[in-house]
């Protein structure tokens, strides 16, 4: 979120590059009227090779640009100790240069301005060396002090960089796990069952087609899946079809498969949601339909999509065993995970004996 300090800073850092032209301009005025009433015409021209040198910057590697600079700060400063106001703009001009090379410009710069501070080149009647040198120590120190504020800043800057960088990182493994948990896992799982369905089937002599077929099918669905998470495009069942469409051929689908009654409701006026909303909801209901399949026990399940008016709710209820939700596994962390990436809240209703209800409310 942006805030009035972010604004302010950004006004001011727009404001840098136009720093050089208002000195130079500030600084020739006042040498033109101040220092060169009777002879304006060389200092005219010096400012006008110091214009041209500005606008000429970004097509020349920045040290030669800075050599060119210093240059003519000191042949400005020997025009005129005003020119001191256009020095100034050497301490924003070495920000180009790597770090440890910008210690000598800098130098330069104060040394500059502390010629400029005492009245200019050659030295006023009232000036000495010791004051010059007092001067151009304290041009230094502020110099050396900008200097290791641009350091530790960029040293900072790094450090947040690899931050951010290792929270993407870790942010991304964390995708990929649940990707794959909510998808590949429960397609394997579903195989690994139907198979054992199908081993049982032929050992009792019944017919074991059915689960075959089920099986291919749920391999080729993982197979499909694996191959969109690897292209990171959205689950097949929302391409071309809305969420609760997506929603219904899933509980339909889940209940074919695992012969428990599955009923899908949509309750308020259906519209449009994020993409990243509705995959998560979606995401949502097959791994609560994977989790009833697996350790509920459920008689029947019961799907239900709630449009309100500020938020798009996903409940889903079985009759089983139920458990301890504090036990809960990876597949309800990385639902919670899920929901909470996009603004919402998961609420998980379960004790033993007393089946599950579990509910992903999402802000639209």
């Known amino acids: 979120m942006s805030t009035r300090a972010d604004t302010l ?35 005219l021209a010096l400012a006008a090779v110091a214009l041209g040198w500005l606008l000429l910057r970004r097509f020349m590697p920045p040290a030669v640009y800075i050599v060119g600079l210093l240059a003519l700060f000191v042949a400005l400063v020997l ?12 301490y924003l001009s070495v920000e180009a240069l790597p770090l440890w090379w910008r ?21 006023q009647e009232w000036a000495s060396w010791p004051v010059l040198l007092a001067v151009v120590f304290v041009n230094l120190f502020i110099a050396g002090a900008m200097f290791a504020a641009a350091e530790i800043s960029e040293q900072r800057g790094r450090q947040r960089e ?4 290792e929270a993407g990182v870790m942010q991304e493994r964390q995708r990929l796990a649940r990707e794959i948990h909510d998808t590949i896992a429960q397609d394997l799982t579903g195989v690994v069952a139907q198979l054992e369905a199908a081993a049982q089937a032929r050992r009792a002599g019944a017919d074991d087609s059915g689960y075959l077929d089920a099986a291919m ?19 097949g069942e929302l391409e071309g079809a809305r969420l609760p469409d997506a929603l219904a051929e899933v ?94 809240r998961l609420a998980v209703e379960s004790a033993p004996g007393e089946g599950t209800a579990i509910s992903a409310s999402v802000p639209v």
Do not use: K
């Open 9 to 43: 800073q950004h006004r001011l850092e727009a404001m840098v590059p136009a720093i050089p032209y208002v000195m130079l301009a500030l600084s020739t005025a006042g040498a033109v009227l101040v220092d060169d009433t009777s002879a304006p015409g060389p200092t």
């Open 79 to 90: 025009r005129s100790p005003l020119f001191g106001f256009f020095v100034f703009t050497g």
């Open 103 to 123: 210690a000598p410009p800098l130098a330069i710069t104060a040394a500059l301005s502390g010629v400029c501070q005492i009245g200019g080149w050659p030295l």
């Open 162 to 165: 690899e931050m951010e960088r």
């Open 217 to 235: 099918t749920l391999a080729r669905e993982g197979l499909t899946e694996a191959r969109r998470s690897v292209r990171a495009i959205g689950p």
């Open 251 to 344: 509980a339909g689908g889940w209940s074919e498969r695992n012969g428990v009654p599955a009923a899908f409701a949509t309750t308020g006026t259906p519209r449009s949601v994020h993409p990243e909303v509705e995959v998560t909801l979606l995401r949502a209901a097959q791994e609560a339909l994977a989790n009833v399949a697996r350790h509920a026990g459920a008689s029947r399940v019961g799907l239900t999509l709630s449009y309100m008016e500020d938020l798009v709710t996903l409940d889903v209820r079985d009759d089983g065993v139920g458990f301890e939700p504090a036990s809960a596994g990876f597949g309800l962390t990385g639902m919670r995970q899920r929901v909470q990436g996009v603004g919402g």
